[in-house]
């Protein structure tokens, strides 16, 4: 199973406010750069591959387009996209009808926010995306993600299958600040002894 090194995007120029998820918002390029320097320098401390994996959407690919610049390949992958809102995308959360936010709570795993993508479709995304780097032999795979999706990476079984049962909205955890860097799988605790 491949090591994912995933940074969050740097927030998106437009998006207080607002249900983000396809909606493709311009990143501010010193944030960009600023993001691409923090991972230019735990490749050279970790001896990590020069090899970046982005989304399609700006705010991802401005800051694999910054280490392309310093010699890195980088790789756009739309499966590292984030979950599409449908027609809550792109629009103030005011907007969004508050039952409707209610029905998708209700069922977080297969309702899908405005008619756009459900959870489920995104961590089968994401699942696809790790067993195509494990079926590669990737040992360390570097990413430049959302939120949502690193969030539902976060959740997945490290064993065979898809994640299954309902979701508790309430205990579904919140996304890595902008800028975070989160690795998976998660290290095992450590066991003290007595």
Same mark, same amino acid.
């Given at each position: 199973?491949?090591?994912?090194?995933? *940074?969050?995007?740097?927030?998106?120029? %437009?998006?207080?406010?607002?249900?983000?998820?396809?909606?493709?918002?311009? /990143?501010?390029?010193?944030?960009?750069?600023? /993001? #691409?320097?923090?991972?230019?320098?735990?490749? =050279?401390? &970790?001896g990590l591959p020069r090899r970046v994996w982005? +989304?399609?959407?700006?705010? +991802?690919? !401005?800051?694999?387009?910054? $280490?392309?610049?310093?010699?890195?390949?980088?790789?756009?992958?739309?499966?590292? #996209?984030?979950?599409?809102?449908?027609? *809550?995308?792109?629009?103030?959360?005011?907007?969004?009808? *508050?039952?409707?936010? &209610?029905?998708?709570?209700?069922?977080?795993?297969?309702?899908?926010?405005?008619? %756009?993508?459900? $959870?489920?479709?995104? &961590?089968?995304?994401?699942?696809?995306?790790?067993?195509?780097?494990?079926?590669?032999?990737?040992?360390?795979? $570097? $990413?430049? !993600?959302?939120? %949502?999706?690193?969030?539902?990476?976060? &959740? /997945?079984?490290?064993?065979?299958?898809?994640?299954?049962?309902?979701?508790? #909205?309430a205990r579904w955890p919140p996304p890595p600040?902008?800028?975070?860097?989160? =690795?998976?799988?998660?290290?095992?605790?450590a066991v003290h002894p007595r």
């Amino acid at each position: 199973m491949p090591e994912l090194w995933c *940074w969050r995007h740097p927030r998106a120029q %437009g998006a207080a406010g607002r249900c983000i998820g396809i909606t493709d918002l311009p /990143l501010d390029p010193r944030k960009a750069r600023r /993001l #691409a320097h923090r991972i230019r320098a735990t490749v =050279r401390r &970790q001896g990590l591959p020069r090899r970046v994996w982005v +989304s399609p959407l700006a705010r +991802s690919r !401005g800051v694999g387009a910054w $280490l392309v610049r310093w010699g890195f390949e980088c790789r756009v992958d739309a499966r590292l #996209a984030e979950l599409d809102f449908g027609r *809550w995308d792109g629009r103030p959360w005011t907007a969004v009808p *508050w039952a409707e936010v &209610q029905a998708w709570e209700a069922d977080l795993r297969h309702h899908a926010p405005g008619g %756009g993508e459900c $959870l489920a479709q995104l &961590q089968a995304r994401v699942q696809a995306f790790v067993r195509e780097r494990d079926a590669a032999a990737d040992t360390a795979v $570097l $990413l430049v !993600g959302h939120g %949502g999706w690193i969030t539902a990476l976060g &959740q /997945l079984p490290l064993g065979a299958g898809a994640p299954q049962g309902p979701i508790d #909205a309430a205990r579904w955890p919140p996304p890595p600040r902008h800028g975070a860097l989160v =690795r998976w799988p998660p290290a095992p605790a450590a066991v003290h002894p007595r």
